[in-house]
Antibody
């Protein structure tokens, strides 16, 4: 079955660190474009970061310098290392796969179930 | 507020047709970037409903259709069913922000 399964969320104090994992099955992460997208009640859906097939990485300005996306091909797993966490990082974090349909911009055709990150003292 | 603007809510009776608008600007939809639509049922992750303005992924009923004109796009749902009650989000790309951008979401209520 083709799926993404996130883990690693939890309650963390401001300034702390957390690493999210996203295990893929049914396809190869190193052959795909994978993004992290987060969702909050107040700000809705927000793209956070993407890793290309080439390994190139991209970040939203709000997380640049604090978050790092990476992958382990041997485990077929994506990661999001989140440092210097802030209250505004509180959200459900989804990993998503790009449809790669040859269009002008990314469409996310596969989503994990999400993992909840709460940043609070 | 979101870069793409959607109405907070729409409603319709079973069997009716409803449309959800998504308004952007010259740096996103108006610049020619494609619009995609997602359906999010309560307690679940978003699901791709329409991509590339008007294409349906395999398994999506043809009751769902998308269109785009100028700086706006629309999602139309015909033959409304109770199971269509969900939140709907549009998505595109913004060349100024250089990121994917989403609408704020529209809650569809089936009366």
């Amino acid at each position: 079955e083709v799926q993404l399964v996130e883990s690693g969320g939890g309650l963390i104090q401001p300034g702390g660190s957390l690493r999210l994992s996203c295990a893929a099955s049914g396809f190869t992460v190193s052959s795909s474009y994978i993004s992290w997208v987060r969702q909050t009640p107040g700000k809705g859906l927000q793209w956070v970061s993407m890793i290309y097939r080439s390994g190139a990485t991209y970040y939203a300005d709000s997380v640049k310098g604090r978050f790092t996306i990476s992958r382990d091909s041997s485990k077929n797993t994506l990661y999001l290392q989140m440092n210097s966490l802030r209250a505004e990082d509180t959200a459900i974090y989804y990993c998503t796969r790009d449809l790669d349909y040859g269009g002008t911009n990314d469409a996310f055709d596969l989503w994990g179930q999400g993992t909840v990150v709460t940043v609070s003292s | 507020q979101s870069v793409l603007t959607q109405p907070p809510s729409v409603s319709g009776a079973p069997g009716q047709r409803v449309t959800i608008s998504c308004t952007g600007g010259s740096s996103n939809i108006g610049a020619g970037f494609h619009v995609h639509w997602y359906q999010q049922l309560p307690g679940t992750a978003p699901k791709l409903l329409i991509y590339g303005n008007n294409k349906r992924p395999s398994g999506v009923p043809d009751r769902f259709s998308g269109s785009k004109s100028g700086t706006s796009a629309s999602l139309a749902i015909t033959g409304l069913q109770a199971e269509d009650e969900a939140d709907y989000y549009c998505q595109s790309y913004d060349s100024g922000l250089r990121t994917s951008v989403f609408g704020g979401g529209t809650k569809l209520t089936v009366l």
